[in-house]
């Protein structure tokens, strides 16, 4: 026997190699459903609002062909926006500027109630602030009943299509005021961020009537399922259109005219979003930064809390931010409604960025207006930038002339900085002409004939953020919008930004509490930035930095290594601090692309710390993105340390949203290497060996796949062999010449650091197990249905007899083909004119589950002839095969037949244009049907048939394992060109079964 010369040694290690990949798999899944803390613990605060929708009737199927399915809704808040007349379409009341919510994925019309309540509170609670008059805003809603827009190309299109006839007949409703808006701002949760991008490229555009759109958790970089062809098309053309819009190269195009005037914000929740990895929202090689950026909800002032996918659109702390800056943006006097692109992402940086970021720092200093200073010498204390308590009545004062012009100046208070007149002040100043004008500053303080400094002050107070508060054992959350706490405030300044400037100066009035605290420094960068090693390895057990002592506010740390989002780390903070310490040490989390900041409080627990770097199969800028700490805190003289390691668990957490397509397309490999050692037997020796027998067989190349595993990570993110693969890549959607000033991996696991070439290994061992576990659960199910049909024949087998002497004789053979014949062009006729081919390869799978009982039930009874139980075996291990082949493609066909069924259920018939393609079932019914037969695959007899056989077989399998993840779609056209090739085959000659049966 062939399993005999196999080895029991052979199969321990695949018992062994299969239990290490269930295990694995186990305790990643059992990880992913725990609960994260400290900064990624979500803090979202409840809201409260009385919502009322008002349908747009008016807007039927003579404005839109799809107004028969989709619906439009004007929101309204009870007791404070006047209720429309839904009947009457002057009875709308439309006096703001339009704004149109766009769902997502399955999503609501009614998931715009928060933000439109919020903007709603806020003008109605400033109705006499001059700021707000002009500036409210009628929330419009797209009502998609809760389409599957993630799993269907078709689907996006036909919405995209639907918003831009809803937009024009919107404004439509305004035309009879004086100066009635010419667009529209676009608000988009999950799919709906991306279909308000899809509307620009669309021909029914109405020109201008986009320019600002605020995206919630959208998928921007990436397709979050690849199931469909049709959705990474439109992606690759949404793309295309994007990087044209904004490339000088293209100024004569329609996306350039376009999209000049558009701004984009894309909004993440990071890592509590478990639908989504936050990775793909990123704008990265589609929008510059003039035009628009992505901002992780943990780095926003005020909010400072991880968000999860659905709780994005109605976050308390989120929604009063977001409906701040849609308020912000409004010109109430511009055809538009809003301003230009430049002062509106002014607005977006003042209020979504942390303020500490590099590409904020353009928005500093931006204050015109100068305050007349006088400050006597006796009210004068000078600092000479060490780390200064300021909490005394007197003006305090850095001559920044004598500083390193490689300086930075830090600022952190406990009250926001405001006027001269108000609370603490805090500016930059030069001297003025006049009285005191030969004024100078002294290292000891202030010497002229007066004693008097005359300053021309820049109050700087809005370059001051709010950071959370860390004060005792208080957490982020209770110092954000609604918490109980007041946060505090911090500024970081560049000396570039100063250095056009004689003095910076803080004072603090009468009116300021003596609880109050303010401290600063003016510290040279490089000497208070320390790197940690560049060798990762050294993060496995551990590694310690000291920090020395020194005079400083604060200290930056530089992790030179740790760049990938696939890693997650435990960090023990020893910090040693003043006596005097005012306020709790805290320490700011934070990478450079994409603006991703986290706030660390309570440093005396150990910390876990992830965050969203170079991540897979998205585009990134810098390769060089590095982690860095930066600790706020009154150091003593004795140094401190902080201590990094790898943490484990955290970091298998990290991989479930990263990877989980890997599960449909990783084991195909597995299993498409295994089929074609079956048929390499079969053709050698006639024995088509059991699935079971040919995993074992494989496990003898066991050591080569996982050694190819391993290199395959350093060589897909090689340029050079990514072209490559780029050529040999026959559904690639992007052109590597169009991607721009970013990098991005596409192939295999998409990593782009070396070191983590151990990945391929483990997620080939989890592929694996997978494999062999779902194989004996279908060969249990099919023993247990045997035993169960043969139990039913014998106690029924009399009935049966008596009942087939009364028929008349057909025969039999004639009788069954006619009804393969039937049924296979009635099912090619359904594809045809109504449901797509993913509905028929269902019926192909149960086709050929019954297929595999029948012959077991034949092997079973053929059993005590020789030579038929050999042939009877070889039909049942070659029918088990492919149904395990053909189970596994199964996931890859049911998104699509979810859109379909749901389309039913709304009364909808939505084109299926690629779906109802006959060709792609064809060769799969066309085989079963010699399947229903009782034929066999012939035993390839001449070389190229072999060649030609194992030549498919291995290409599907490296697809699967190379290209796989990014194309799940491509996976089921490989296995009916795989079932072609056997349809071919069948015609060389055929193994009837039931002929040697009999």
């Not at 004062?397 to 609370?423: A, Y």
């Not at 010497?447 to 001051?464: E, M, P, Y």
């Not at 749901?902 to 066309?926: D, G």
């Not at 010699?930 to 290409?955: A, S």
Request: hydrophobic residues 40%; charged residues 20%; neutral net charge.
């Amino acid at each position: 026997m062939v399993l005999s010369r196999h080895g029991n040694k052979t199969r321990s290690w695949l018992l062994l190699l299969t239990l290490f990949g269930l295990i694995t798999f186990a305790i990643i899944g059992i990880l992913s459903s725990q609960e994260h803390n400290g900064a990624d613990a979500p803090k979202c605060r409840p809201i409260y609002m009385f919502p009322s929708y008002a349908k747009i009737n008016g807007f039927d199927t003579h404005h839109s062909k799809f107004a028969s399915k989709y619906n439009l809704f004007l929101y309204r808040e009870q007791g404070k926006d006047k209720i429309p007349d839904e009947d009457d379409k002057s009875g709308y009341i439309l006096d703001g500027v339009p704004v149109l919510f766009i769902p997502g994925n399955a999503g609501s019309y009614k998931q715009v109630r928060s933000i439109a309540a919020e903007s709603t509170n806020i003008i109605h609670n400033n109705k006499e602030n001059i700021y707000y008059r002009g500036k409210n805003l009628d929330f419009f809603a797209a009502h998609f009943n809760e389409d599957f827009t993630a799993f269907h190309g078709r689907t996006m299109l036909d919405q995209a299509e639907y918003l831009n006839d809803a937009i024009r007949y919107i404004l439509s409703l305004y035309e009879g005021q004086s100066n009635p808006p010419q667009s529209v701002i676009l608000v988009g949760h999950s799919m709906g961020g991306v279909v308000s991008r899809l509307m620009l490229t669309l021909p029914n555009y109405v020109e201008n009537s986009i320019n600002t759109i605020v995206t919630l958790s959208a998928p921007h970089a990436a397709a979050p399922a690849t199931f469909d062809g049709d959705i990474m098309r439109v992606y690759g053309e949404i793309d295309r259109f994007w990087r044209q819009g904004f490339d000088s190269e293209h100024e004569d195009t329609v996306p350039y005219q376009r999209l000049q005037n558009v701004s984009i914000i894309s909004i993440t929740g990071g890592l509590l979003d478990t639908i989504l990895p936050a990775d793909y929202t990123t704008l990265d090689g589609l929008v510059p930064d003039t035009h628009g950026f992505t901002v992780y909800t943990t780095g926003i002032p005020g909010v400072w809390t991880p968000i999860d996918h659905l709780a994005i659109v109605w976050c308390d702390q989120l929604r009063k931010v977001v409906a701040s800056v849609l308020l912000d943006v409004v010109d109430p006097l511009s055809p538009s409604r809003t301003y230009s692109v430049n002062k509106r992402m002014n607005i977006f940086r003042k209020n979504l960025l942390s303020g500490f970021e590099e590409y904020a720092k353009q928005d500093f200093l931006n204050n015109d207006e100068y305050d007349e200073i006088k400050i006597k010498a006796e009210d004068l204390e000078i600092s000479n930038g060490d780390s200064t308590l300021l909490k005394s009545s007197k003006s305090h004062i850095i001559d920044l002339k004598r500083v390193s012009n490689e300086s930075v100046f830090n600022f952190i208070s406990s009250s926001q900085p405001s006027t001269q007149d108000k609370g603490s002040y805090l500016a930059v100043c030069n001297k003025t002409s006049g009285l005191g004008s030969e004024t100078v500053i002294e290292p000891r303080g202030v010497s002229s004939s007066d004693d008097t400094l005359n300053l021309a002050c820049k109050s700087i107070s809005k370059d001051v953020y709010a950071i959370p508060r860390s004060a005792g054992d208080l957490d982020a959350s209770e110092s954000s919008f609604g918490g109980n706490y007041s946060p505090f405030y911090a500024a970081q300044l560049d000396y570039y930004l100063l250095e056009d400037n004689d003095f910076a100066l803080y004072s603090k009035n009468s009116e300021s509490s003596n609880d109050d605290f303010s401290a600063w420094s003016v510290e040279i960068k490089e000497k208070n930035t320390f790197h940690l090693p560049s060798n990762i390895f050294s993060y496995l057990f551990g590694t310690t930095i000291e920090i020395p002592s020194s005079k400083s506010l604060v200290r930056n740390i530089q992790f030179d290594s740790l760049k990938s989002s696939l890693l997650g780390y435990k960090v023990t903070f020893n910090i040693n601090k003043k006596n005097s310490q005012v306020f709790e040490p805290l320490a700011r989390q934070w990478i450079s692309n994409p603006f991703e900041t986290k706030w660390h409080l309570n440093l005396h627990e150990d910390k876990t710390i992830s965050f969203h770097g170079n991540a897979p199969y998205t585009p990134f800028k810098n390769k060089e993105n590095p982690l860095h700490l930066q600790l706020w805190a009154l150091f003593n003289d004795k140094p401190s340390s902080i201590t990094v390691k790898i943490d484990l668990l955290h970091t298998l957490k990290l991989w479930v949203l990263r990877y989980r397509l890997a599960v449909a397309s990783l084991p195909i490999f597995i299993i498409t290497l295994t089929l074609t050692l079956q048929i390499l037997q079969y053709s050698k020796s006639g024995i088509f060996i059991s699935f079971e027998d040919g995993l074992i067989l494989l496990m003898r190349y066991a050591f080569p796949i996982g050694f190819f595993a391993s290199i395959l990570t350093p060589l897909a993110s090689n340029e050079t062999v990514q072209k490559l693969l780029y050529l040999i890549d026959f559904v690639a959607i992007t052109k590597p010449e169009e991607l721009k000033n970013v990098h991005v991996d596409p192939y295999f696991l998409g990593i782009q650091e070396n070191y983590l070439w151990i990945l391929g290994p483990i997620f080939l061992t989890i592929a694996l197990s997978l494999v062999y576990t779902v194989n004996k659960a279908v060969q249990l199910l099919g023993i247990g249905i045997t035993l169960l049909i043969r139990s039913v024949k014998s106690r029924f087998s009399s009935e049966l007899n008596s009942v087939k002497e009364l028929q008349i004789p057909i025969p039999k053979d004639r009788l069954q083909n006619n009804r393969r014949i039937v049924g296979s062009v009635l099912l090619l006729a359904f594809v045809v004119f109504y449901v797509p081919y993913q509905f028929a390869y269902v019926v192909c799978c149960v086709v050929q589950g019954i297929v595999c009982i029948k012959s077991e039930m034949k092997a079973h009874e053929s059993f005590k002839e020789k030579e038929a139980s050999i042939t009877s075996s070889n039909f049942s291990n070659y029918n088990k095969s492919l149904f395990v082949l053909m189970l596994w493609i199964l996931p890859v066909n049911i998104p699509v037949l979810v859109v379909f069924f749901h389309n039913m259920a709304v009364k909808w018939e939505t084109p299926f244009s690629s779906h109802h393609n006959i060709l792609a079932i064809l060769p799969i019914i066309l085989v079963l049907s010699k399947h229903v037969k009782g034929e066999i695959i012939p035993q390839p007899q001449f070389k190229l048939q072999r060649r030609i056989t194992v030549g498919i077989l291995i290409y599907f399998a490296f697809f699967s394992l190379v290209y796989g993840v990014r194309h799940l779609y491509w996976l089921h056209y490989l296995l009916n060109v795989f079932f072609a090739w056997i349809f071919i085959l069948f015609y060389e000659g055929s193994t009837d079964t039931n002929a040697q049966n009999n």
